[in-house]
């Protein structure tokens, strides 16, 4: 079983500044990882993946997240941040089982990010 | 249409009665996906379809929830004896495969906002 927590539900920041929200996750079994985000009334959008390989990576929008086996973490960031990056965050993991994963996914609480001009 | 579509966006509801969600998956893709997200919290994961198949109904929180997928396209979730605690927004998702779904390549609908008064 997998969980995931993230550590701050709210995190406030001004316009052009940079930002972090922070991930970490509990796995008995290897996973994989993702950022998705949710603007209001609409439906989940990946923001980056986790697979393998470096453990830093780069998503759309300007943002990147590092992979951190040792801390079990997985932070979003970004250096900085517009208006339009106001919405909520969501890790997930998902175990990555070979032939018999399909890709169920656990996801965080949620971190709701406000942008303020 | 080009993503996946859910119906209807909105559903109020008394308290006792039968609903049905409906989920239409991208054209093709064989894996679908319910979660439930309720006010607050992360999408929680319900059930999995391969195919036509229930392949893991383990996130079904009890008998009175039941969905069916009987061509392999669309599924429609089956809530009976609505509750209050029912309330919240379903979310199905879709990929191509197993293997897809679980390399993150699942892709949300808008969701169902259900209100169980």
């Known amino acids: 079983a997998q969980s995931v927590t993230q550590l701050d539900s709210q995190v406030p920041v001004f316009e052009e500044a940079p930002v972090e929200l922070r991930c970490n996750y509990s796995?008995?079994?290897?996973?994989?990882l993702f950022w998705y985000v949710q603007y209001p009334n609409q439906g989940l959008q990946r923001l980056l993946k986790y697979l393998s390989g470096s453990a830093l990576v780069k998503g759309i929008n300007g943002f990147e997240a590092e992979f951190n086996k040792s801390q079990t973490s997985f932070h979003l960031r970004k250096p900085s941040v517009h208006i339009s990056d106001t919405a909520e965050y969501f890790c997930a993991v998902s175990d990555h089982g070979g032939g018999t994963s399909y890709g169920k996914l656990t996801f965080g609480q949620g971190t709701i990010l406000t942008v303020h001009p | 249409g080009a993503g996946v579509s859910q119906t209807p966006s909105n559903k109020v509801t008394e308290k006792g009665k039968y609903v049905e969600l409906r989920c239409d998956p991208i054209?093709?893709?064989?894996?679908l996906y319910w979660y439930r997200q309720s006010l607050g919290q992360g999408p929680e994961f319900l059930i999995y379809?391969?195919?036509?198949?229930?392949?893991?109904d383990s996130g079904l929180p009890n008998d009175r929830f039941f969905a069916v997928r009987p061509e392999g396209s669309v599924s429609t979730l089956k809530i009976q004896r609505t509750e209050r605690g029912d309330s919240a927004v379903y979310l199905c998702?879709?990929?191509?495969?197993?293997?897809?779904?679980?390399?993150?390549?699942?892709?949300f609908g808008p969701g169902t906002r259900l209100t169980v008064l």
């Open positions: 054209s093709g893709h064989t894996a």
């Open positions: 796995s008995s079994v290897s996973v994989y």
């Open positions: 379809f391969q195919g036509t198949g229930a392949a893991d």
């Open positions: 998702a879709s990929s191509l495969d197993p293997a897809s779904g679980r390399a993150g390549e699942q892709f």
